[in-house]
């Protein structure tokens, strides 16, 4: 079975600084997929990035960008000039593209706050 | 214009009540599914479709029954409503591409069902 780890429950930042969000994983797949969500207070959730297990370029759009470690199952995310709208909670999430097609396992979450 | 809808966005009722969630995607996609996020965050998927087939059903009780009556619609509906069944709902969608990868699943507003 999939399983994803996020090890950190909460954690927080000022306003214009760096954090980094830790995302471990097993699966005895070769090739799937990660992804790191956000979900605000507004209960939506939005998609932060993605990344391709076969891509060893490591994903980035905009301030955040991942550090996918594939031999170490690692996949973190650094927000840059973290701003307050980042407030939310983070799920990091596995999708596997063998026989577990269609589903994605989720971490249970970091809960970053942003202070001014 | 929406991309995934859910309606209703909240959900009060009693114990063993029978309720409908109903989801709607105007994204094109063929594949649809439902998860629940319990009280401490944690998104567990419960059911797929893809083109109106099930395709995955995990563990859960059989007073949960979806139904898909074409590939933009999925609906939950749950029978003798119980107390643990409070949770937000999510619906979410996706395309399944040739080669068997998928594109990142969109989730809708969510769903908060209170069951007193």
């Known amino acids: 079975a999939q399983t994803v780890t996020q090890s950190q429950p909460e954690m927080s930042v000022q306003e214009a600084e760096t954090v980094t969000l830790s995302c471990t994983y097993d699966?005895?797949?070769?090739?799937?997929?990660l992804f790191w969500y956000k979900q605000p207070p507004s209960r939506q959730m939005i998609l932060v990035i993605r990344?391709?297990?076969?891509?060893?370029q490591n994903a980035t759009e905009n301030r955040f960008s991942v550090n996918f470690q594939k031999a170490a199952k690692s996949f973190s995310l650094k927000i840059s000039d973290s701003q307050l709208g980042d407030t939310a909670m983070y799920f990091c999430?596995?999708?596997?593209?063998?026989?577990?097609?269609?589903?994605?396992?989720f971490g249970r979450g970091t809960q970053l706050t942003v202070w001014p | 214009d929406t991309a995934v809808s859910q309606t209703p966005k909240y959900l009060v009722t009693q114990m063993g009540n029978d309720k409908s969630i109903k989801c709607e995607q105007n994204l094109g996609h063929d594949t649809m599914y439902w998860y629940k996020q319990d009280s401490k965050k944690f998104l567990k998927i419960m059911f797929s479709?893809?083109?109106?087939?099930?395709?995955i059903n995990e563990t859960v009780p059989n007073r949960f029954s979806p139904k898909s009556p074409d590939k933009a619609h999925l609906n939950l509906h749950i029978n003798s409503l119980e107390l643990g069944d409070s949770a937000v709902y999510f619906c979410?969608?996706?395309?399944?591409?040739?080669?068997?990868?998928?594109?990142?699943?969109?989730f809708g507003p969510g769903t908060r069902l209170t069951v007193l």
């Open positions: 990344q391709e297990a076969y891509k060893q």
């Open positions: 979410a969608s996706s395309q399944v591409l040739s080669g068997g990868g998928y594109n990142e699943q969109f």
């Open positions: 479709y893809n083109n109106k087939e099930l395709i």
């Open positions: 699966t005895s797949e070769n090739n799937y997929y």
């Open positions: 999430a596995f999708g596997g593209r063998g026989s577990t097609l269609g589903r994605l396992y």
